[in-house]
């Protein structure tokens, strides 16, 4: 994984090393399964979250990764209780970076896959099945649950507009029709998540959607349920009064850093996906010239630099 900023590289650093250090090989040999959720301040919701999770999942078993965002309640003794494993995370820095740290331990922890669920509860962890089937079964990479297909308990017709409207705006862009895309119920490969790059401390959904789809990974969605909140109430969109819960101000503010992080990794993939054409290119030509007994990598050039006996295994490829 390759980080933007390498302050978020030491906070996560410090984070898995105190994980490891509490759990020990719950931690380094994961089982199949990695649950991940983000939590901030979920004293309350977290704990009957955990408590209600699948100990398997088609067949599979499964493990709890907590990562708790700079938490001020009780959520990581809460989440601890419930079963977690929990990475108590010192500073507040959003859903996007607390899930991709998640998604570093399920990887370097060996699991195989990651289902990822909100810690509110609004989703039904009996479909998370559902989602993961079809990653299990090899007919997709990535699989995300729809509203939009299933059913939604939310009365809120702003937020149902604006599911639509970034639905039919990212399936414009990306050329691959999606129907939701900010439902937190998803399973991927584990893999997929060191793919591509995720750099947003916040609505980290998009991100993640528009880089599986441009790396050309294959994605699935499938019907699914959100419930309404119990419990607390929602961080989306907090607007600048802050502390004051203003739903269509809230509603306003979150279309507009949503809409600034869907076009801006759009436009930055866009970008690395040219980046790759030309070098694709450029290796097809220094191909042809190596061919034609020329350039600095034919074979001419290159049996005279290499050394009998030697290894072609760099330290490069041996940390990868």
Not at 102 to 108: K, M, Q, S, V
Not at 147 to 157: A, I, N, V, Y
Not at 195 to 224: C, D, F, N, R, W
Not at 237 to 253: A, E, M, R, S, T
């Amino acid at each position: 994984m390759i980080y933007k900023d390498p302050r978020d590289q030491v906070v996560d650093d410090a984070a898995i090393k105190a994980l490891i250090d509490a759990y020990g090989e719950r931690v380094t040999s994961l089982p199949p399964v990695a649950i991940v959720i983000a939590a901030y301040n979920e004293a309350g919701a977290i704990g009957p979250v955990i408590e209600a999770l699948p100990a398997e999942v088609c067949g599979l078993a499964t493990a709890t990764i907590v990562v708790a965002d700079g938490c001020a309640d009780s959520t990581v003794a809460e989440a601890a209780e419930a079963g977690a494993m929990v990475a108590d995370v010192p500073v507040n820095r959003g859903q996007g970076a607390a899930l991709r740290l998640g998604y570093r331990i399920a990887r370097e922890g060996g699991a195989a896959y990651i289902i990822t669920t909100d810690a509110d509860g609004q989703y039904n962890p009996a479909e998370m099945a559902t989602v993961l089937g079809p990653v299990v079964a090899g007919e997709a990479d990535f699989v995300t649950g729809s509203r939009q297909l299933g059913s939604q308990e939310t009365k809120d017709m702003i937020r149902r507009a604006g599911v639509r409207f970034f639905a039919s705006t990212i399936s414009l862009l990306t050329g691959q029709r999606i129907s939701d895309t900010t439902f937190g119920l998803r399973a991927m490969r584990s893999e997929v998540t060191g793919a591509v790059q995720l750099a947003q401390p916040q609505y980290q959904a998009s991100e993640l959607l528009i880089g599986v789809i441009t790396h050309g990974y294959k994605i699935a969605e499938v019907p699914a349920t959100i419930h309404r909140r119990r419990v607390g109430e929602s961080k989306k969109g907090q607007n600048p009064l802050y502390k004051l819960h203003i739903p269509g101000v809230n509603n306003f503010f979150y279309g507009l850093r949503f809409a600034r992080v869907a076009y801006g990794t759009y436009w930055r993939e866009r970008q690395r996906s040219r980046s790759s054409s030309s070098s694709s290119s450029s290796s097809r030509s220094d191909s042809v010239a190596r061919a034609n007994g020329s350039g600095p990598g034919s074979v001419d050039a290159s049996a005279s630099s290499a050394a009998p006996g030697g290894s072609l295994t760099t330290d490069a490829a041996k940390r990868t």
